[in-house]
């Protein structure tokens, strides 16, 4: 049987539904979507590059692009393209067969990385587990532990699943959802004493480290850079050890650091890493890529339906390619410095609010004092209402995660606007 859909019936139907595109009040959203999200009063509607604007047609520049998601900003002529010609041409098939567009991406992944596989899946938190799972079949079927331990840092973030808010260093996700998973150990950031001493100490166990999972940046912690001496003596031990580096690449990879990744600016090789939030440039994917040396997985061992997909894999291709064609390296550097001197400035101007400005490329925290009075959402909802989205990265951190696109004039504008939102505080 054959459907046909007359023109008719579409611009029809295309108009019927043109009405339920009305806003959304938040009152009616409040009634039926669940109450997850400290949300703003603020419902966007359309973008353009760097900027979007909310229903009521106010303007926005947008320094969080979903948060360090929208790689190419928003209505990018390449993104339009890709999701057009890959709907048109096949969307979603099963990982039952072999899927092109997945080949291709994981071959882009490997030759722009250190890693030599991918598995892909739909989030961060997704490709973490994927990471997780991987540490523990390697502890138990090469290292011979009983009870693998994955160490985590103090600080981190990794997600919102069972096993990611276990594996997420910060008490405040935890609360409430235990019993938390086994098999997870905390040190604090950047202090390798700290870390060599835990190893020594689960040695004594049964309970043996069979990997380390560190962010390259602390993003949600509060956009802290990773020391450089402290990652290449993990790598070290980890190597002595032969036990897994990994690294939660999820928000600083894709380019936002200035590099390809995170740990290209630490200057180490991890033996396994997770991608996901920019990898898009918006469109819903996750990857967990690896050495071969580690890829102890086999048939039945990880799945994820949607995982991969052509649609998803097609758009990310694009927006990979589309990081390399346009040097969009380059431009993440100097905007990134262009944007923390100006912050830098506006920090000397103003040292009893405050307490510095920190971060790689595209991923920048504007540091608020403890005492400065007031707090990262304050100034949040104040530049907000100057016209400029920006993203807390805790209580008194202000993140700048702008698309990579981002012109020399947006930051200009971003800058002008932080300070005149400062003054006024
Ligand atoms: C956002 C984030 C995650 C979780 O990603 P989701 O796609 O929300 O599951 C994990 N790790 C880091 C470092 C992140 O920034």
Redesign the pocket.
Known sequence: MRFTVSPETLLQSQSESSASTAPYSPEDFDRVVMSTYGRFPLSLERGQGCRVWDTDENEYLDFVAG??TCTLGHAHPVMVEAVNQQIRKLHHVSNLYYISEQGRLAEWLTQHSCADRAFFCN????A?EGAIKLARKYGHTVLGIENPVVLTANAS????TLA?ITATGQPKYQKNFNPLVPGFHYVPYNDIAALEEAIADLDQDTRQVAAILL?PLQ??GGVRPGDRAYFQRVREICTEKGILLML?E???GMGRSGQFWGHEVLGIEPDVF?S??GLGGGIPI?AMLCKSSCDVFQPGDHASTFGGNPLACGVALAVCETLEREHLLDNVRQRGEQLRAGLRAIAQDYPQYIEEVRGWGLINGLALKSDAGMSSIDVVKAAMAEGLLMVPAGPQVVRYVPPLIVSEVEIDQAIAITRRTIAAL
């Open positions: 948060i360090a989030s961060g938190a997704e973490n973030f990794h997600g919102r990611t962010e993003g949600e939660d999820v928000q600083v997770t996901a939030k996750g």
